[in-house]
């Protein structure tokens, strides 16, 4: 993935910075977000910033609560 793209991407959901992690399994690279403990997948060298397509990094459920 192209550092400059990096600089520029944010997390879609907190605005935070995101850090690219190769991953060593079959998930591949993905954009991790530190503050909303997610990773975005990097498909084909293209980052899925779809909350729905994140992965917790604590094994937990990425749907947020609803707000009223």
Same mark, same amino acid.
């Given at each position: 993935?192209? @550092?400059? *793209? /990096?600089? /520029?991407? =944010?997390? +879609?959901i907190?605005?935070? +910075? *995101?850090? /690219?992690?190769? %991953?060593t #399994? $079959?998930?591949?690279?993905? /954009?991790?977000?530190? %503050? #909303?403990? *997610? %990773?975005?997948? =990097?498909? #084909? &060298?293209? +980052? =899925?910033?779809? $909350?729905?397509?994140?992965? &917790?990094? #604590?094994?937990?459920n @990425? @749907?947020? +609560? %609803? @707000?009223?």
């Open positions: 993935m192209d @550092t400059r *793209l /990096l600089e /520029l991407l =944010v997390c +879609p907190c605005k935070g +910075p *995101l850090e /690219l992690a190769h %991953a #399994d $079959e998930r591949g690279p993905e /954009l991790i977000c530190h %503050a #909303d403990r *997610l %990773a975005f997948p =990097v498909r #084909d &060298g293209i +980052p =899925v910033m779809l $909350e729905q397509e994140a992965r &917790g990094l #604590d094994g937990g @990425t @749907t947020r +609560p %609803a @707000t009223l």
